[in-house]
């Protein structure tokens, strides 16, 4: 079957300013998002696909048809791309209605009101908001609507740009799987761009993980979490701590935690240990590495709590909520499982 996007060797940038720097990416079909760190060149990306950045090299297919390329690069209107920015994308003097219809080709307005009905429902919102302006509409219903708007000419390919950061956490969850929902009963594929690794690996068919403008790891959600390929992607998407160490002629790691068990096995000499915060337990007292608490962030169903070890090393480990210490207690800590193992 033919990919829903492939890019190969991308360059793109602003100035002298080089921003993409030789990306590959080949979207299959299904969601597919986009997690980086702020300014890594997410939007860049999205732009140079949907033809409103000119790449400097590199080539971009969409559904098999080349859209840059050589010396070719076809326009934005004709790539057959929806694209949902970040919020602000309605236009505020249309209605829903006309808003959906502004997405539609000439020649096909005269069938809009269908087209617009099919839309909404396709976003799951009630036929009854058509005639509403955006500014009647709350957050959520907003980026649908942004949403139906991208899917009326009926796209290969839908890019969407953080459209939920603007909602609060719970709206932003019942958003993203309804859009996902809309994505699949239109055979839509997705890029969707996000800086939070919720999002991305809860919504996604794969993650692509980028970083300084290029891709790091691009695999299905619970490879980039179990199995990242670089220590920066565990410390990005796992929350885990990066400790220097070796494995000893035993097998087993050595660190500042102590003896630990590892994953994958490796030979012995010098590694780079990343160890989950959700791996850590942290105590007051017992067996464990001996540290004292720096601070506490406490989130409700749990805490992250961040400690300096004694022997300087810094640490954060994840806790129910129910056994949360305090800035300068003294605690042990504990390490649960086998610790993900980077050569060095
Ligand atoms: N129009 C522009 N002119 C010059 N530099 C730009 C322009 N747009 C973006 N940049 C720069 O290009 C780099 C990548 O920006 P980009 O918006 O692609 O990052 P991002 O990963 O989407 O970031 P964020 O998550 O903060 O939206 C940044 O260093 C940014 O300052």
Redesign the pocket.
Known sequence: MTDALEIRGLEA???R?P?LRGVDLTVPGGVTSIL??????????L?AVAGFVQPTGGSISVAGAEVVGGRRTVPARQRGIGYVPQEGALFPHLTVARNVAFGLPRAERRDAAKRVAASLELVELDPSLAERYPHELSGGQQQRVALARALAPRPTLVLL??PFSSLDASLREETGRAVVRALRAADAAAVL?T?DQGEALSLADQVAV?ME?QFLQVAAPSAVYLEPADPRIAAFIGHASLLPGEIGADGRGRCALGSVAVRPASAAGPVQFAVRSEQLQVRADGDGTPGEVVDVSFFGHDATIRVRLDSGERIAARTPADSVPRAGDRVRVTVLGDVITFPR
């Open positions: 940038g602003y100035g300013n921003v980086g760190s702020s300014g890594c060149g997410k939007t860049t990306l732009r740009d953080e761009v800086h980028m403008g």
